[in-house]
């Protein structure tokens, strides 16, 4: 595996490559990350990883400079796996030489919910830096987590929109043997919290099978979970089942005639804020 830190470096190395699979992350890389790249590796070769936690998406309380940065071990995992080619592990000097003014702006109707109304400008910070990722490295397909589910959709929609030739994929959440979704952020939780926290699986299973069984009405079932959460402790910033093609919320006679859903959930755990979601199957 090639590792190189400078853009004239990783385009040195990929120069006519045609079928490059990509695979965006900020690190900490776990089994879910390494799941992503294999996937990215039956699609095109070769793949290309980046490292890069970016500033432009982390809002002015939240953990930029705590995010865990673990560059050493994390090229000891990708040695070991061999599915990548190039890792791309820039510093923020090369990946704004200057003040980023250009920004790519979602649409509000699906930026400025859930995740965008708890975090403000979040998805114009992972679109701007994707956009610019996708410059550098140019692939024929990227892959990205369905844990992360909105920015999954944010991400299409921005390919999409600027006729981007690449295939967004997607692949399936990887979670432990209780249930949590793996996640870098994971290794904030104390033992007592980590215990705790497949609450909120269990609780996005719960729904889903309600729905899935005839529960049609919602708003009940979304504040049943809700209040359960937090008489366990958990402080909740949404728990809402939505439509999969587009996260608006579905209408009565949608939900009756089998729309297909997903329900989405973030809450805090602690210090710590857990995001999850479920498709629901009908």
């Known amino acids: 595996m090639k590792v190189v830190h400078t853009i004239d470096e990783l385009r040195d190395q990929l120069r006519g490559q045609l079928n490059i699979s990509f695979v965006p ?10 799941a992503l790249m294999k996937l990215a590796r039956q699609h095109g070769d070769p793949v290309v990883a980046s490292i890069f936690v970016n500033r432009l998406q982390f809002g002015p309380n939240e953990d ?30 090369e990946m704004y030489p200057e003040p980023q003014s250009y920004r790519i702006q979602g ?58 030739p690449i295939d ?24 007592e919290e980590r215990s705790e926290a497949p609450r909120l699986y269990r609780a996005l299973n719960d ?34 089942v939505r439509r999969q093609r587009d996260l608006k919320l579905p209408t009565p006679d949608e939900v009756a005639a089998g729309e297909p859903l997903v329900v989405l959930a973030a809450a805090r755990l602690g210090a710590t804020r857990l995001i999850d979601n479920l498709e629901i199957m009908r």
């Not at 967004?168 to 033992?191: F, I, K, M, Q």
């Not at 009940?220 to 359960?228: I, N, W």
């Not at 366990?232 to 809402?240: A, E, I, L, M, T």
Request: with cysteine; glycine share 8%.
């Open 25 to 34: 992350t900020m690190g900490n890389l776990h089994e879910g990350h390494l």
């Open 64 to 93: 930029f400079d705590r995010y865990p940065r673990t560059l050493a071990a994390d090229i000891e995992k990708l040695e070991r796996d061999r599915n990548v080619y190039v890792l791309f592990a820039p510093d923020e000097r």
């Open 107 to 164: 649409p509000p109707d699906l930026g400025d919910i859930l995740e965008g109304e708890f975090r403000p400008g979040f998805f114009n910070g992972v679109s701007t830096v994707v956009m610019k990722l996708f410059a550098c490295v140019q692939p024929r397909v990227a892959v990205f987590g369905k844990k992360d589910y909105q920015q999954l959709m944010v991400v299409r929609a921005m390919c999409r929109q600027f006729r981007l």
């Open 168 to 191: 967004v994929l997607a692949h399936e959440t990887v979670r432990d043997t209780d249930g949590l979704a793996l996640s870098s952020r994971n290794v904030y939780l104390t033992p």
């Open 207 to 240: 729904v889903a099978r309600r729905v899935s069984d005839g529960e049609h009405d919602l708003q009940r079932l979304e504040a049943e979970a809700m209040a359960g959460l937090e008489h366990h402790g958990w402080q909740v910033d949404y728990f809402s």
